[in-house]
């Protein structure tokens, strides 16, 4: 049963990167992700933006793109928004797509990284993270999954 909900929220500049601390020296908690959802700081404005939570600070991690073989991937969001069928702005209508991704296997004792992209220069993404911390026996750093967890309770 998680111990604790943690909503972190910001905004970045396309294509940069944001550390959230979560380790303070305490080993003995794991968390992890609910919910994450980017949003364009213009709403109304036709076009995508992009957000990936990760487990590293791998500046080569792209978040317009999405690669599930990849362990360090957390969590990954997109928004769309088209105006009329097309991706031009000033037309009288604006729709939206979303998609999301959430490694609901995935714990982990350590810091996070947002990373935000968009293909319009000079955007800001807004992001919306919920993470559920749970207290754990022993040290959680050591802790890769549930998986990994549980069997260390059950003492296999």
């Not at 487990?55 to 362990?71: I, Q, R, V």
């Not at 993470?131 to 999954?145: C, H, I, M, Q, S």
Request: charged letters at 20%.
């Amino acid at each position: 049963m998680p111990e604790r909900v943690y909503t972190i929220r910001g905004q970045l500049p396309t294509g940069s990167h944001e550390k959230i601390q979560l380790y303070w020296r305490d080993t003995n908690y794991l968390y992890r992700v609910i919910d994450f959802k980017v949003y364009s700081d213009t709403p109304d404005t036709p076009g995508a933006v992009y957000g990936m939570v990760s487990k590293g600070k791998d500046n080569s991690l792209d978040a317009t793109s999405l690669n599930l073989e990849d362990e360090a991937v957390i969590a990954w969001s997109q928004q769309t928004r088209w105006a009329n069928g097309t991706a031009l702005p000033g037309a009288e209508s604006v729709q939206c797509y979303r998609d999301d991704f959430i490694d609901m296997d995935s714990t982990f004792g350590y810091d996070l990284y947002v990373h935000t992209n968009s293909f319009v220069s000079g955007q800001k993404i807004n992001y919306y993270l919920v993470l559920e911390r749970f207290k754990v026996k022993g040290n959680a750093r050591l802790v890769d999954d549930v998986a990994q967890y549980a069997l260390n309770v059950a003492g296999l």
